[in-house]
Every structure is written in C-alpha cells, then in structure tokens.
T-cell receptor, first 112, second 114 residues
Framework: GENVEQHPSTLSVQEGDSAVIKCTYS??????FPWYKQELGKRPQLIID?????GEKKDQRIAVTLNKTAKHFSLHITETQPEDSAVYFC???????????FGKGTMLLVSP | DVKVTQSSRYLVKRTGEKVFLECVQD?????MFWYRQDPGLGLRLIYF???????EKGDIPEGYSVSREKKERFSLILESASTNQTSMYLC?????????????FGAGSRLTVL
C-alpha cells in the first residue's frame, strides 16, 4: 500500500520565520495531495491541497509544492504566527483514487 | 454549523465490553470513514464506506466492525474492547471519489479501555 513519510516530526520556529514540512510518497500513480491542520483539542481541517497537474499552489501565507518525479510534496508557511502552532498532516491516496494515507504528523510550534 | 457529529466525546469502558461509536453527517456525503489517532502514529484508517450497506477494510481493521444502515450514519463497533484500543477515534465524510476530495472530520471520541 501507500507509504507516506513526513518530516520533521517536530519543528520550532520564531514568529515571522518560515516553516517547511516535507512528505514523500511511494505510489507514482497518486494524484491528490492534501494538507490538514489540527490545533490542540480540535479536529483536523484541510488547509490546502494540490493535484498532480500543477506544481505549486498558494493561498496567502501557505503554499504547497509538488515534485512528481521525485515523489515528494512540501508545505511552506511564511511569516509564521503563534496561531500557526498545530500538528500538520500530509496525505496521499493509494493508486488512483483510493483512500488517503496520512503521514505521521509534524508538530509546529511558533514562539512569539 | 456542525456537519459531522460524533455522539460521545469521552468514553470509559472495561476490557471485554462491546462498544459502539456513532457518527452522523448532515452533508449528504456518500463516503464515511473511521480513523484512529495515536501520538506519533498519525491517522490510521480502520474502515470506510462509500455507500449505504457497503464497507471496506482500511489499514487496521482487526478488532473492529462497522455498520452503515443509513447514508448519514456510520457506526464503529468494538465487539470486545481491549486496552490496546484505547485511543482517539475520528469519523470523517467526503463526497465523490474517496481519495480525491476533502475530508470533513468530527470532533473525535476519546475511548479509554480499562
């Protein structure tokens, strides 16, 4: 099945710095790559996703990049703020459009 | 604005008890999922359903079963709870192709098995 590796497991930055979280996947047929944010005590929520026909997608301070050749995708957060502190999960489906497999998560801590 | 509702936020059960976790969505979604969340292990799929009365095993189905008698309701059943099933359980739903669309999660049910 799909193997999704996520790094780092924890990331501490100062407010205003950038943060990058990276994921690799094993199935070259995967074509949908979402990122979910889970604040402490809350449910995971989608923050951005990308499909395999584009290489980059931006939404204000967050962006996702996709390298299908290398089979990795990354989440970029610029000008981090304390409210960005959360656990972030990447995910990818098994081949085609089967269910999502999640990475193990990255705990991001943004210090004021 | 609640769209995926899990009936119990916290449950404490004893080893060997039968446990029901209920999930209801009001978005008319075809797909429903049960995930288990453990620290350091991320979200692992237990079972999912893409239609009424249909169910498919996920990555860790052992010790669990599910029921989907109505489109809006998806139940997770632990036939005989064990201590290693102590965890946070998250229900989710989506529309369209199962691995290609946004998941809407419930608030979670934290189960402790003593």
């Amino acid at each position: 099945g799909e193997n999704v590796e996520q790094h780092p497991s924890t990331l501490s930055v100062q407010e205003g710095d950038s943060a990058v979280i990276k994921c690799t996947y094993s199935d070259s047929a995967s074509n949908y790559f979402p990122w979910y944010k889970q604040e402490l005590g809350k449910r995971p929520q989608l923050i951005i996703d990308i499909r395999s026909n584009v290489g980059e997608k931006k939404d204000q301070r967050i962006a996702v990049t996709l390298n299908k050749t290398a089979k990795h995708f990354s989440l970029h957060i610029t000008e981090t703020q304390p409210e960005d502190s959360a656990v972030y999960f990447c995910a990818a489906p098994l081949s085609g459009y089967s269910t999502l497999t999640f990475g193990k998560g990255t705990m991001l801590l943004v210090s004021p | 604005d609640v769209k995926v509702t899990q009936s119990s936020r916290y449950l404490v059960k004893r080893t060997g008890e039968k446990v029901f976790l209920e999930c209801v969505q009001d978005m008319d979604h075809e797909n429903m999922f049960w995930y288990r969340q453990d620290p350091g292990l991320g979200l692992r799929l237990i079972y999912f359903s893409y239609d009424v009365k249909m169910k498919e095993k996920g990555d860790i189905p052992e010790g669990y079963s599910v029921s989907r008698e109505k489109k809006e309701r998806f139940s997770l059943i632990l036939e005989s709870a064990s201590t290693n099933q102590t965890s946070m359980y998250l229900c989710a739903s989506s529309t369209g192709l199962v691995g290609a669309n946004v998941l809407t999660f419930g608030a979670g049910s934290r189960l402790t098995v003593l």
